[in-house]
């Protein structure tokens, strides 16, 4: 019963392959998003989908792409990996409020998917 | 440009005594404030937010500070326990077009509560 859910945990690959993680949230949130922590600990947002519609898109370099079939899911697909992508990844989710009601900022996580190049 | 700063990598504390975790951050135009705890191998879990017009909430024994004019705000634990010894993420959101928030994290400090 995960609230938000991604796997794989561990994934350990070679530079040049292409790679996918995937998320899911039972929550009934409508907003997911992918964060990226690196080596230095920096939390950076890369992507936030809201309805499967994209709606942040931070300088992240085309080979990741984001798909959201539908709005419990937000998968992330890296195309020719590189040493530097090697970091913790996070997905998380949210609800957005209409007009009237304040939209914080609270997001929920998963509990991350630690990704290493060799 | 980091716009959210913890300058604090890491705090020791005695248990029961106060735990006063800082951060600054450069953007004016956040609107919210917020703290995520992270225990190891865990996602960020929030903890306490505070809007950009107040300048005080409490929950239980977390109390969030924000002094706007300072650009600064600091999470206050009192008292502090072995069960709080974590990674402590300051985090701010700023409104992004559609009505969206975005929020951006600082580096996060450990904290280590000493039985």
């Known amino acids: 019963d995960t609230a938000v859910s991604q796997t794989p945990k561990y994934l350990v690959t070679q530079m040049g392959n292409d790679k996918s993680i995937k998320c899911e949230q039972n929550l009934g949130h409508d907003t997911m998003y992918w964060y990226k922590q690196d080596s230095k600990k920096f939390l950076k947002i890369m992507f936030s989908?809201?309805?499967?519609?994209?709606?942040i898109n931070e300088t992240v370099p085309n080979r990741f792409s984001p798909k959201s079939p539908d709005k419990a899911h937000l998968n992330l697909h890296i195309n020719s990996l590189e040493l530097g992508d090697s970091a913790v990844y996070f997905c998380?989710?949210?609800?957005?409020?209409?007009?009237?009601?304040?939209?914080?900022?609270?997001?929920?996580f998963g509990e991350g998917s630690r990704l290493t190049v060799l | 440009d980091q716009q959210v700063k913890q300058n604090s990598p890491s705090l020791s504390v005695q248990e029961g005594r106060i735990s006063i975790l800082n951060c600054d951050y450069t953007?004016?135009?956040?609107?919210?404030f917020l703290w995520y705890k992270k225990y190891p191998a865990e996602g960020p879990t929030f903890l306490i937010s505070?809007?950009?017009?107040?300048d005080k909430n409490e929950d239980g024994r977390f109390t969030v500070f924000l002094n706007k004019s300072a650009k600064h705000l600091s999470l206050h634990i009192v008292p502090s326990q072995p069960g709080d010894s974590a990674v402590y993420f300051c985090a701010a959101s700023a409104r992004v077009s559609g009505g969206y928030q975005k929020v951006t994290f600082g580096i996060g400090t450990k904290l280590q509560v000493i039985p």
């Open positions: 998380a989710s949210s609800q957005f409020r209409l007009a009237g009601f304040a939209n914080t900022g609270e997001l929920f």
């Open positions: 505070i809007s950009s017009i107040k």
């Open positions: 989908y809201n309805n499967k519609e994209l709606i």
């Open positions: 953007n004016s135009m956040f609107d919210y």
